[in-house]
């Protein structure tokens, strides 16, 4: 129900807002768009996913599939190997999506294997310049050496393999990235033969219609870690990356791809500093990055998050105008003193309990989920289903259980140092937010005379969580569940401009209880780090809307508030409020009836003071905050348009 509208001169505030979000399923597949930076779904709703990544290969999974053996292992890679690569890939779907045992993925980066592509129907002619090499100067035919690459082998498995799993994994409720077979090698360059293998993939991968059915579901990203993108003369510019990239994503919109294609930076996916100069052009386009312990000056033993956050927004600006989704990341927690391996960047990454990063959650993670609570629009997938669940486990027993939870727990170390455990907590928290649905949309609301009001049709329980509040004249009541929040959302896009006024005032009937607060955030991600104020402090609270700033000293501008709530991160809490308005000089409630200039008649002021013992007819008499009155009390009050005081 709406609030009804008072015909002034005055103009109402120009917001809107989204009704309160409903109880659905989660991981429902509405097709998604690039609006803005940020992912959304057909009615409005912001997407931020969460998820893993895999790779159909029985080197990389563990030997848990396999095909023909009589005929060897290559013979794994085919139609045989490929039935046998489904039903393993279906375990991992269904543990991963399942939420009632604590799994809320909502996202799969598939990997199209070179295992499946490589044939031997004649080599791919590769530029010298783009074969990788050893440390010791021997050339490497691993993933990242592409002249066994077969066309034909690519379209044949994009309908046996390929989407096939793809197609799997959004029945889980989970959206799609597909990656191209193989890594770059270490330099490429425009107009050179990666090029052309990455647009001979990309043409046949968008030339199957049923990639093209699903686009709104499946994602496309360019290339998997570029390290040096050079310009075919082999000189380095700004404009490399663009002219490498955006040739291949035409070539997949004149195939009538529709979908969000992620484009990948330098530096094995760290570096975009190019794509805010020259940037990929089109619609739907996102950027793919990568994450590990030791990049963005963000490491184990120096992990300030706002040092992080700074150091990814110098490295990734576009994250300020597209998406961004995170397609490799992992650590758990050093456990012997021995040097593993050397990451990317040469740097020795000590043992640990089985991910490529070497870091903990308390020290590194909380550094780089500040970067993803801070920026709101960055979407996550762990580097392999193993460093999400316990694979074995799950096979063996049917059991979902976090990646390294047992390993951990059998050495004594906290299990949520681990990413395992961690993204089990964080992708239930992110679960609740942020999510495709139908039932979410509502048509916007015209806001109240206050946009504070408590009313039950304007008051929002369910930001996070779901908290309940009743309404009498006097007072409102509010019960918040543990981690609640209650309150205000306004228009995801726009927010609500509260910079003409100087205050917020809330005036709650007894003080809260410690460690409960209102906050205030000027973005539509509710976990971006908002303005706390502590509720506990007084029964009166004064919000000053041009001073305020989150606790990393980060400035919350009120010309586009979205979301405004009552918080308490402990257990249940209950607050009794009697109102909340704006206000200008910190005291009265400033509305758009406030503001009118016209006095009443003495007659009319006698006929509001002769009706306070009977029920007002055929007359609109309003209070200071825009409600209608039938027993006014002594006061000034909105009587058919006029400003009347009543003795």
């Known amino acids: 129900m709406k609030k009804k509208t008072i015909l002034l001169a005055l103009s109402l505030l120009a917001v809107s807002m989204s009704a309160p979000a409903q109880e659905v399923a989660y991981g429902k597949l509405q ?54 690569c489904r039903n393993y890939f279906e375990k991992l779907f269904t543990a991963i999506t ?20 490589n044939g031997n129907e004649g080599a791919w002619k590769v530029d010298a310049r783009e074969i990788q090499y050893k440390s010791n100067g021997e050339i490497d035919y691993g993933e990242a050496h592409f002249s066994k690459y077969t066309g034909s082998r690519l379209t044949k498995f994009m309908r046996t393999l390929y989407f096939r799993l793809a197609s799997q994994a ?50 496309i990203e360019l290339a998997n870690e570029p390290i040096g993108v050079h310009m075919a003369d082999g000189t380095d510019s700004d404009k490399a990356l663009h002219d490498f990239f955006q040739p291949i994503v035409d070539k997949i919109r004149e195939n009538g791809f529709k979908g969000i294609i992620w484009v990948p930076g330098t530096g094995y996916q760290s570096n975009y500093r190019a794509y805010a100069k020259y940037p990929i052009t089109g619609d739907n386009i996102g950027y793919a990055v990568h994450n590990y312990a030791g990049w963005y000056n963000n490491r184990e033993d120096h992990c300030n998050p706002t040092e992080a956050i700074e150091e990814f927004g110098n490295s990734v600006p576009i994250i300020r105008t597209n998406p961004i989704v995170i397609t490799e990341v992992d650590w758990s927690p050093q456990n012997t003193s ?8 040469n740097q020795p990454v000590y043992k640990n309990y089985g991910t490529w990063a070497t870091a903990s959650t308390s020290k590194w993670g909380k550094a780089y989920k500040a970067i993803l609570d801070y920026y709101g629009n960055v979407s996550m997938t762990l580097t392999g289903t193993g460093d999400y669940i316990d694979i074995d ?21 906290d299990p949520y140092e681990a990413c395992g455990v961690a993204c089990f907590e964080w992708y239930a928290d992110y679960a609740k937010v942020n999510y495709p649905s139908t039932e979410r949309y509502q048509p916007k609301q015209e806001v109240p005379e206050n946009p504070f009001d408590l009313s039950a049709d304007w008051f929002n329980t369910t930001i ?46 007894r003080n809260a209880a410690r460690n409960t607060f209102f906050r205030v955030s000027d973005t539509g991600n509710y976990w971006a780090e908002p303005y706390l104020y502590d509720l506990s402090v007084s029964k009166e609270i004064k919000i000053d809307l041009h001073n305020m700033q989150t606790a990393s000293g980060t400035p919350v501008d009120p010309s586009h508030i979205r979301i405004a709530g009552f918080n308490s991160p402990d257990a ?18 400033a509305t758009a009836i406030n503001a009118i200039a016209l006095e009443g008649s003495d007659s009319e002021t006698q006929e509001l003071k002769n009706s306070k013992t009977q029920k007002l007819r055929n007359s609109e008499t309003y209070d200071l905050t825009g ?10 009050y909105i009587h058919n348009g006029k400003k009347i005081f009543i003795k």
């Open 170 to 219: 959004m029945k889980h409720g989970m959206y799609v990235i597909m990656r191209p077979p193989g890594v770059c090698p270490s330099n490429i360059y425009v107009d050179g033969s990666y090029q052309k293998y990455l647009l001979d993939v990309w043409d046949r991968v968008t030339q199957n219609d049923s990639i093209l059915k699903y686009s709104g579901q499946i994602g």
């Open 627 to 636: 409600r209608q009155v039938t027993h006014p009390t002594r006061g000034l």
């Open 338 to 345: 021995f040097i593993d391996h050397y990451n990317e960047f």
């Open 572 to 589: 249940d809490q209950t607050l009794y409020i009697k109102e909340a308005f704006l206000s200008v000089d910190g005291e009265t409630p």
């Open 464 to 509: 996070l969580y779901q908290n309940t509040s009743s309404h009498l004249a006097a007072m409102t009541t509010l019960k918040l569940t543990k981690g609640g929040c209650a309150g205000w959302r306004f228009d995801e896009e726009e927010g609500i401009d509260l910079s003409t006024y100087n205050y917020l005032i809330i005036r709650l009937v």
């Open 98 to 117: 399942d939420s009632t045992n604590g799994a809320y993925c909502n996202i799969f980066r598939l990997h199209l294997d070179p295992a499946w592509t």
């Open 31 to 84: 097709p998604l768009h690039v609006d803005g930076n940020q992912l959304k779904d057909p009615y409005g709703n912001t997407v931020v996913l969460h998820g893993v990544m895999d790779t159909p290969n029985t080197y990389f999974n563990g030997g848990r599939w396999q095909g023909s053996k009589a005929q060897g292992w290559w013979d794994d890679y085919n139609d045989t190997g490929a039935t046998n």
């Open 393 to 413: 486990d799950y096979i063996k027993n049917k059991k979902v259980t976090p990646a390294f939870k047992t390993a951990m727990e059998k050495n004594g170390v």
